[in-house]
Nanobody, 125 residues
Framework: VQLQASGGGLVQAEDSLRLSCAASGRTGSSHAMGWFRQAPGKEREFVSAISWSGFYTYYADSVKGRFTISRDDAKNTMYLQMDNLKPEDTAVYFC???????????????????WGQGTLVTVSS
């Protein structure tokens, strides 16, 4: 399976963006999915995850209440709706698929085995 992230761009503070992550190839069984981000000079950090069923979601404290993760398995696509963006949200955003079908979501990036190429989000003040 391959993941393709898109939707990044340059926006002003308090604006919104929606990122998409399209899966192609042998998407097969359901997997938990996640979004991570990496700001310049910093390590890649967890942003949000969604369970394979779509019933459960989890967010980093820094984005809770502002970001919403969702998935549309009919379209093999995951989304990250980002509202009230802040300059500190500036980063390259990566989508990833968790290792192991029908297993619980996790915040640990080491548990994700397939990664998209990243899409840059820049928020100006």
């Amino acid at each position: 399976v391959q993941l393709q992230a898109s939707g990044g761009g340059l926006v002003q503070a308090e604006d919104s963006l929606r990122l998409s992550c399209a899966a192609s190839g042998r998407t097969g069984s359901s997997h938990a999915m996640g979004w991570f981000r990496q700001a310049p000079g910093k390590e890649r950090e967890f942003v949000s995850a969604i369970s394979w069923s779509g019933f459960y979601t989890y967010y980093a404290d820094s984005v809770k209440g502002r970001f919403t993760i969702s998935r549309d398995d009919a379209k093999n696509t995951m989304y990250l709706q980002m509202d009230n963006l802040k300059p500190e949200d500036t980063a390259v955003y990566f989508c990833a698929r968790k290792r192991g079908a029908r297993t619980e979501l996790t915040l640990n990036r080491g548990d994700y085995d397939v990664w998209g190429q990243g899409t840059l989000v820049t928020v100006s003040s």
